[in-house]
């Protein structure tokens, strides 16, 4: 039996998502992020906290291939309805851009 809160396929997400969630590599990778979640970016010298939830995000940011991929994969692991997971991921993006400058 299939999760009804798991999505089956790329149509579920909302294509503006996957365009929002394409923070550079670039960015992402130049990155100084500790195991307790204090993020330091040093071309601009911001830094900021995450919490468990968004440090695994910012993670998984920094390695996936394809927002498709990262959209799938969390909503896999944390079993959530596609808009729950939408609604948060934008959240946490948006203050990631803000943060990031971007």
Known sequence: MT???????PEVFDPKLQELLNIPQKILRRLAVS???FVFDPTTGQS???NETGLDLLHRLQDAS???ELLQDLAREY????RTLERDLLEFVGLLREHLGV
């Open 3 to 9: 999760d009804p809160r798991v999505p089956a396929g």
């Open 35 to 37: 195991a307790n979640g």
């Open 48 to 50: 900021f906290l995450c």
């Open 79 to 82: 079993a959530v309805a596609p």
């Open 66 to 68: 394809s927002p498709q």
